[in-house]
């Protein structure tokens, strides 16, 4: 009996753990989702060598006001600037340029900024259409403000 209380208890205290981060989904799993609950996106443009990158998901991505506030009002997808991946969006594929060292839809994305920095937060509306771009490490509680203003 002992056991099973202490199985029951880690397997809530995994749940709640869980419970407490950005629940990120990619492209594929996007249209399905808009045609249920339609929300804008935080799209997240990284790399595996950025140092702001790194503090952004250990730090700002860990606060759980953040956490909560982008679970309850945004999809979040993560784009890797680096990723050899196919990507679909909008009925278009997205490949890696090997000529860039970047992957085309962050490119694209990125476009109107003149120059990729990272990491990226772009804030895209219902329509996907651009609102913001955000560019370099962001501190949780002037994200969500930023955010808050846009919603």
């Not at 060292?101 to 476009?111: E, I, N, P, R, S």
């Not at 937060?121 to 259409?129: A, E, G, H, N, Q």
Request: glycine share 2%.
């Amino acid at each position: 009996m002992k056991r099973i209380g202490i199985i029951i208890a880690a397997i809530c205290f995994s749940l709640k753990i869980n419970a407490q981060e950005i629940q990120w989904i990619n492209f594929d799993q996007l249209s399905e989702l808009q045609q249920t609950d339609n929300r804008p996106l935080l799209i997240f443009i990284h790399t595996k060598w950025c140092r702001y990158c790194k503090m952004q998901k250990e730090i700002s991505f860990k606060n759980l006001q953040l956490i909560e506030f982008l679970n309850r009002n945004y999809y979040c997808i993560e784009l890797d600037a680096e990723s050899k991946s196919s990507i679909k969006l909008l009925n278009k594929n997205y490949l890696y340029n090997p000529l860039q060292g970047y992957h085309q839809l962050a490119l694209t994305l990125t476009k109107d900024s003149n120059q990729i920095i990272f990491p990226t937060l772009l804030v895209l509306d219902k329509s996907y259409k651009i609102k913001s771009v955000l560019q370099s490490y962001q501190e949780p509680q002037s994200l969500i403000e930023h955010l808050k203003i846009l919603n």
